[in-house]
């Protein structure tokens, strides 16, 4: 018995010595990783009337806007929303940075290389990996589509090829 509770409470130490440390680690990190408004000492509003929308890339995205709340998406860290005109449809492709997104309208529709496509509706979540992740990104042709994105570094579109 004594000696479960010798490894008990080792592992317990080695636990909290690692989530201590990793802390740690987290907190000298370059702020790159954070979106800029993230920290802000006072709320930050934005009503929708005030955003101001601009072409995503017209020659990958002919018709995508885009309105950045925080950061430039074109620079770096960002939080932004986007909006896909209905029937949009993306070729597949890898962004260089994670991006997490939630659908605040319309249906968003990707379908991963080699895998089964996904629909996610208004209120829906999704985390995006950044790197070599291939992926189809379409929206429902049943109406525009607006997500919010948040992304750590900037925002890129770089089209591949599928597999043979």
């Known amino acids: 018995m ?5 490894l008990a409470s080792a592992a317990a130490f080695v ?16 702020a790159k990783a954070a979106a800029p408004r993230m920290m802000a000492k006072d709320p930050i509003a934005v009503p929708s009337a005030s955003l101001k929308w601009t072409d995503l890339d017209p ?7 885009v309105a950045d709340v925080s950061g430039d998406h074109t ?7 986007i909006k896909f005109p209905a029937g949009f449809a993306a070729p597949l492709h890898t962004h260089t ?4 997104m939630v659908v605040i309208s319309g249906t968003i529709v990707q379908q991963p290389e080699g895998k089964p496509e996904f629909r996610l509706g208004p209120g829906s979540y999704l985390f995006q990996p950044g790197g070599d992740y291939k992926h189809t990104t379409a929206c429902d ?24």
């Open 97 to 100: 940075n994670a991006m997490k």
């Open 59 to 65: 020659q990958k995205g002919p018709g995508v806007k």
């Open 75 to 81: 620079k770096g860290a960002f939080s932004a929303f």
């Open 141 to 164: 042709k049943a109406s525009d589509c607006v997500i919010f994105a948040e992304g750590i570094g900037a925002f890129d579109l770089k089209p591949v090829e599928a597999k043979k």
């Open 15 to 30: 636990l909290a010595f690692a989530t201590i440390a990793s802390a740690q680690d987290a907190a000298k990190a370059p």
């Open 2 to 6: 004594t000696l479960k509770r010798t």
